[in-house]
């Protein structure tokens, strides 16, 4: 079943357009699978920032390995 769609309409310079014209005309791409897949990536990479960001806030440090090993212990008990 084919993937439902929207149209997204945006400004950009125009020497982009031009590239982006240029490179899809060499490669032989359609202009619409590059600028899905380049928003898809620059989506991830974006969204995965922020997990980062949260993981080092959040994040506990470094522990010695026998506290570490001892609190395991004792969790079993």
Excluded: Y
Aim: charge should be positive.
């Amino acid at each position: 079943m084919p993937m439902k769609t929207s149209p997204l309409a945006t400004r950009i310079p125009a020497s982009l357009a031009r590239q982006l014209d240029r490179a899809c005309e060499s490669l032989g791409l359609r202009k619409n699978f590059v600028i899905e897949s380049a928003l898809r990536d620059k989506l991830e990479d974006l969204l995965d920032a922020r997990e980062l960001e949260d993981a080092i806030r959040t994040a506990t440090g470094f522990h010695e390995w026998e506290s570490v090993k001892a609190a395991g212990r004792s969790r079993r008990r």
